[in-house]
């Protein structure tokens, strides 16, 4: 069940994450937009799904988007995608390559064109100015900002369908569009542990408790993140630096946020202070409050590293989305847990998680196995 991933970049895994696509179906949307689609505009939203998710496109506060122009007879007239905040949107993108030749073409998007302004114009504008006649878009966009751009596509003149390969796109920009709903970051909760449920030996020791493959693997899970996220205490005992490196133990030029949760003041010495990456302390025990700090600064997808004790304050609280545990075929039989108390006294009680993916990393005596798990309300 799953494979090992390849690739360092965000999304990398994401042609394999969608999986086999739904089947447009002849049914009217509230809107009452026909959600028949043609077999060019589903190529075509296959093509802009795999430009969305680009090698290389800094994760962060904006969506992936690709887009694709046709030609009435279905033929590709350009393409264009997102390359991250303050470059142009995909729609403008595949507009500029198309030129004059865009007039009369089908945009084929993997989320509903922007209705406002930032840093840069509404994609809408552009589309009606450059004389697109019909926009297919897969996802409406979930944030009121932007939101409104099928409306005021329809109001001038142009042709509107959606809903075509909605799951892949949502998949695309999963984080992104949980934090836009439920105004907080997504949270990853990612630890180690021996076959006996250890993150620790009783001398405190864990290094190494997870083989090669595995911290390989989580470099490029951190790297899908745009917030890294550890106690104050995990920073005073093992001063990670909290950093994403590639295959060949080098940092990646773009580097998500180291955050530090708690109320001890962090020696100057600590590794998570160097310039290799932004740090920002949240000073507060307090879930929520971090996490509503963290989205307050744009960031969509927290990777929560901490000890025990902090992971089990976010299980408590109801704010682990996702799980990734990497399994070493080793027991301690005693030594540190790798989640502190949960106030679980009977087996009844237990938290019960649906596993998603079971992936062998490595060979030999470097194998661990990676088991991904949603929250069972998420199955």
Known sequence: MGSSTRGWFPGADVRRATGTPRVATDQWTEAGAMTDFSAAEEAAMRRALELASTPGVP???NPRVGCVLLAP???????GFHRGAGSPHAEAAALMAAGDRARGTTAVVTLEPCDHTGRTGPCTRALVEAGVA???FAQPDPNPVAAGGEQALRDAGVDVAFGLLEHEARVVNRAWTFALEHQRPFVTWKFASTLDGRSAAADGTSRWISSLPARTDT???RAQCDV??????????DDPELTVRDEDDQPLPHQPLRAVMGLRELDSDRRILDDQAETVQLRTRDPHQALQSLHGRDRRHVFLEGGPTLAAVFLEAGLVDEVVCYVAPMLLGAGRSAVAELGITTIADARQLCITDVTTLGAGDQANVRITLAPEGDR
């Open 228 to 237: 890294m996220l550890v106690g104050s205490n995990t920073v005073a005992v």
């Open 219 to 221: 470099h490029r899970l």
């Open 134 to 136: 019909r926009v297919v």
């Open 59 to 61: 994760l962060g506060p």
């Open 73 to 79: 007879g279905g033929a590709t007239v350009a393409e």
